[in-house]
Nanobody, 119 residues
Framework: QVQLVESGGGLVQAGGSLRLSCAAS????????MGWYRQAPGKQRELVAHITSDGSTNYADSVKGRFTISRDNARKTVYLQMNSLKPEDTAVYYC?????????????WGQGTQVTVSS
């Protein structure tokens, strides 16, 4: 059983920054592709950032140039550095390992971390 624990969210003004962390209970971070998802009220959960096991990254157009995903294999942790935050970034953020075909998370979802950006 893999547990994913997200942290680092909070309330920030537009233009501000936050750094999210996702700690995994097992060494999935090193061997899996990992991703950050977000879900805004009334919207579907979407994958916004993705890092492969060899370190390649990919981002949704809405966050490209503002968000950076990284990993620390020794700490079994994935990070999401979010800069130049906008009110439309307000959502609950989750991490997981995107499945190849569907992009949906391969493991049970954690509780997520709330990010609220005020205008």
């Amino acid at each position: 059983q893999v547990q994913l624990v997200e942290s680092g969210g909070g309330l920030v003004q537009a233009g501000g920054s936050l750094r999210l962390s996702c700690a995994a209970s097992r060494t999935i971070v090193r061997i899996n592709n990992m991703g950050w998802y977000r879900q805004a009220p009334g919207k579907q959960r979407e994958l916004v950032a993705h890092i492969t096991s060899d370190g390649s990254t990919n981002y949704a157009d809405s966050v490209k140039g503002r968000f950076t995903i990284s990993r620390d294999n020794a700490r079994k942790t994935v990070y999401l550095q979010m800069n130049s935050l906008k009110p439309e970034d307000t959502a609950v953020y989750y991490c997981n390992a995107p499945q190849a075909q569907s992009g949906w998370g391969a493991y049970d979802w954690g509780q997520g971390t709330q990010v609220t950006v005020s205008s």
